[in-house]
């Protein structure tokens, strides 16, 4: 299973970004899926999940600014991000609770992260 993420950048505060992360290989199922980030000097934090059948969760400091979504027929997951601060700079990393069709239990893949750099 691999995971491909895009989207990142550079933004102004209050500015927007979409985050896209595509999951492909011999995928059976997949669990949830979700962003972390890390940004310098800080320890990794969990942005939001979903799970396979909608269930949302989000870190307080992104709640009412930051939409998960995905699209189970295209095994991606999304990431819409609005009012961005300079403390959401970071590199924002995708995983999948992923079964592959040749294995008895689920594992989590990750992306390869993207960067999101909130700046004027």
């Known amino acids: 299973v691999q995971l491909q993420a895009s989207g990142g950048g550079l933004v102004q505060p209050g500015g927007s970004l979409r985050l896209s992360c595509a999951a492909s290989?011999?995928?059976?199922?997949?669990?949830?899926m979700g962003w972390y980030r890390q940004a310098p000097g800080k320890q990794r934090e969990l942005v939001a999940r979903i799970t396979s059948d909608g269930s949302r969760n989000y870190a307080d400091s992104v709640k009412g600014r930051f939409t998960i979504s995905r699209d189970n027929a295209k095994n991606t997951v999304y990431l819409q991000m609005n009012s961005l601060k300079p403390e959401d700079t970071a590199v924002y990393l995708c995983?999948?609770?992923?079964?592959?069709?040749?294995?008895?239990?689920?594992?989590?893949?990750w992306g390869q992260g993207t960067l999101v750099t909130v700046s004027s």
């Open positions: 290989g011999s995928i059976f199922s997949i669990n949830a």
């Open positions: 995983y999948a609770d992923a079964l592959d069709s040749g294995s008895y239990h689920y594992s989590v893949y």
